[in-house]
């Protein structure tokens, strides 16, 4: 905040900018690692973003100085709520990625068997298989109605 606490000054909205881009951009890799240090950065962009849209003033106490020269305290309790989120997410994250490491060696997530079909589909321009239709109603097993179970007889009902 600026010293007349008027708003952000540009530095801190810059950092907050490049902290962002910076965690998206490692979002979108292969790599488990990079994966985390997005998200980690991401998290300390997104933290410090709702910090500046707080209120500057004094240490909000009651009866420590006049209500209008409060901070707000808010934005100070969200991000606090969001660093423990923000924790957890890296723990579990960290972990999932040394398991990856631990069995395969590395820690790259690969391409699935659907992810080289819906790939090799759109580089030949196909469209995914489609039900067309042309059965009728009960010639597709999937779209047909089973109905109401029918109940069985006990041995004692007539």
Not at 2 to 16: C, D
Not at 25 to 48: F, M, P, W, Y
Not at 103 to 121: F, H, I, M, N
Request: a negative charge.
């Amino acid at each position: 905040m600026s010293a007349t606490g008027a708003g952000p000054n540009l530095a801190l909205v810059v950092v907050v900018g490049v902290l962002v881009g910076c965690g998206v951009t490692l979002l979108l890799e292969r790599s488990l690692t990079r994966i985390l240090l997005g998200v980690v950065l991401l998290g300390n962009g997104v933290n410090l973003l709702i910090l500046l849209g707080g209120r500057s003033g004094m240490a909000p106490v009651v009866g420590t100085a006049p209500t209008g020269d409060l901070s707000d305290a808010l934005p100070q309790a969200m991000v606090l709520t969001a660093i423990v989120i923000t924790f957890g997410l890296t723990a579990f994250l960290l972990a999932v990625s040394y398991r990856a490491w631990y069995l395969t060696g590395d820690d790259e997530v690969p391409d699935d068997l659907e992810d080289r079909q819906v790939r090799s589909q759109a580089a030949r321009n196909e469209v995914a298989t489609a039900d067309l239709g042309g059965e009728g109603p009960d010639g597709d097993p999937e779209q047909v109605d089973p109905g109401p179970a029918r109940r069985r007889r006990g041995d004692g009902e007539r």
